[in-house]
């Protein structure tokens, strides 16, 4: 007795570890196998073991596997240099936890058992996942769906309903196969298999045949050449003491003698159609007077050996510097600067901003200003934070965008992102509903320097391309640059190295509509509402009964 009752605790405790190794790792930045087992039974097992106890022991145990799930994967937050940041790491992995939780109170054999009601399980998480985009900016990492992207055929399947509805199949699977072993009855094993095996299916017959679509239409459209910028440079502020000081021009001076350093071996030898440079390379406004036109005119004899066009004016600003840097390679350039909007009797508004130099003179700059800001390193969340810092004279760093609104690049159109807004399926899908053939994404990540968080970030990008059947190309600081087509397969990538260069993709601008992109996240939403509601309703009527 004694023996069997150590046995099944053994077993218990196995089934228990598998559970957390493959959540905790099923995701394209850890491992493709543990990828797979978290989308078919990583949840299972965890369910399955939970309906062995009550409500109160399923809250608790499942709060805290989960949570236990997030300190590894969320780990990266521990890398910031700011001691803050770990408290910021425990307070969301405890909030996911707590999630987890309550959603572990729908654990029973009686919902599992039920012909419909085991549906609910998979339409409160969506909804829960959901709920996280209301956190300060919203919070995009770690969504369950993630598992089916290792796999480029599952990927697919994001082109029907986004990562929700990824996130709603993964559940909807797992709690398939844990129904099974709870009722151990042949159609609900086979209902197991056929909601394991359905994202393969389609999304082999969909790769297939685009596939297919992209060669006929590489055949008549010449590929995209663009000119990509990348490093990974720590920034003035985390080097160690004693740093040099540098004035604000000579900072500024730098960086620009950097970018052109990166892109002046390619001058005049390959022509490229765009290039692109990461998120705030360069110091200071846009606007802003702070070089002297004599050192730009040498720094651009030294490099490309043609002087800096006529000018009357001394002083230039990192514009002037871009709009010829577009005109002299006869492409467009896409750059990350800090935007400057000048009120009269205000203080000037700052943004988060990718310009757009056309090396047509005629064309105007056009800028996107980023949307989503890092809560306290871009924004003061809260009203009472804002009203306590103003005292001090601290106050936003940035002020948030107003709507995406692609560049218009001759036949192109191209969406910009700026950091984790990459992350946003629905931000990213409202580029692709404005015409948007392509994104591109200026991002810098040293603030956690090395750590996961660069395959990460890149990984939970990679999914809009499949979403919104558009490539993605990537400039980035300390993390992952390069090129992502539009069936997510990836054609060029590339770490930082400790010097600022340049690298030429060529890729295909193979485009397609997709699903997603027209009607978005609500079909997702909607059913997993309708369902809790009729959950809702019935477990009413169930207590109705009961008295």
């Given amino acids: 007795m004694i023996q069997a009752l150590d046995f099944g605790h053994i077993k218990r405790a196995i089934r228990i570890v598998l559970a957390w190794c493959f959540i905790t790792f099923g995701q394209p930045a850890y491992s493709s196998i543990c990828s797979l087992f978290a989308s078919s039974i990583g949840f299972a097992l965890i369910i399955y073991e939970l309906t062995k106890f009550d409500r109160k022991a399923r809250f608790i145990y499942g709060t805290l596997f989960y949570f236990l799930v997030q300190c590894v994967e969320l780990f990266w937050f521990t890398y910031h240099p700011v001691v803050a940041a770990r408290g910021t790491f425990l307070l969301l992995s405890a909030l996911m936890g707590l999630q987890f939780g309550l959603l572990s109170l729908f654990f029973t054999r009686r919902i599992l058992g039920s012909k419909f009601l085991f549906l609910s399980i998979p339409a409160v998480w969506t909804l829960l996942e959901w709920s996280r985009f209301s956190w300060c900016s919203g919070f995009y990492f770690d969504l369950v769906g993630l598992s089916l992207t290792s796999n480029l055929a599952t990927l697919q399947v994001a082109s029907i309903f986004g990562m929700f509805g990824m996130s709603f199949w993964v559940m909807l699977t797992n709690v398939c196969v844990a129904r099974a072993f709870v009722v151990r009855k042949v159609s609900a094993f086979l209902l197991a298999l056929l909601a394991i095996a359905a994202p393969y299916a389609v999304g082999n017959y969909l790769l297939h045949t685009r596939i297919e679509q992209q060669a006929a239409y590489d055949a008549i459209h010449p590929h995209m050449k663009v000119l990509i910028v990348h490093s990974k440079k720590v920034p003035e502020e985390f080097k160690p003491l004693p740093r040099v000081r ?40 846009s606007n802003t007077l702070l070089f002297e036109t004599l050192e730009i005119n040498g720094l651009f004899l030294e490099q490309f050996h043609a002087p800096f066009p006529f000018t009357r004016e001394p002083i230039l600003t990192s514009e002037d510097i871009a709009r010829q840097i577009a005109r002299i390679y006869h492409c467009p350039l896409i750059v990350g ?53 103003a005292k001090y004279g601290i106050y936003d760093s940035f002020t948030p965008g107003e709507g995406s609104h692609p560049f218009i690049s001759g036949k192109h159109r191209i969406g910009a992102s700026i ?74 990538l590339r770490e930082g190295t400790d010097e600022t260069s340049g690298f030429i993709v060529s890729f295909s601008t193979y485009h397609y509509p997709t699903l997603y992109s027209r009607f978005g996240d609500w079909p997702i939403l909607m059913l997993s509402l309708i369902i809790t509601l009729c959950y809702a309703l019935c477990s009413i009527k169930q207590k109705d009964k009961s008295t």
């Fill in 246 to 285: 540098l004035t604000p021009q000579q900072r500024a001076f730098f960086a620009w003698k950097e970018l052109i350093g990166a892109i002046a071996p390619f001058y005049m030898k390959e022509k490229v159609d765009l290039i692109l440079m990461p998120e705030g390379v360069v110091p200071y406004g």
């Fill in 419 to 492: 950091c984790y807004e990459e992350t946003v399926s629905g931000m990213m899908r409202q580029n692709s509903v404005e015409g948007a053939t392509m994104l591109v994404n200026l991002t810098d990540d040293y603030w956690f320097p090395y750590s996961m968080l660069a395959i990460q970030h890149f990984e939970h990008a990679r999914p809009r391309t499949v979403e919104n059947g558009i490539p993605l190309i990537r400039s980035c600081n300390f993390g992952i640059s390069g090129v992502v087509d539009s069936l997510g397969r990836e054609v060029d």
């Fill in 337 to 389: 600067l800090e935007g400057i909007k000048r009120q009269e009797s205000e203080r000037p508004l700052y943004y988060n901003s990718a310009f757009f130099f056309s090396n047509n003179p005629k064309v105007p700059v056009q800028r996107y200003d980023k949307q989503v800001l890092v809560p306290m390193g871009e924004y003061i969340p809260c009203k009472f934070a804002k009203e306590w810092a």
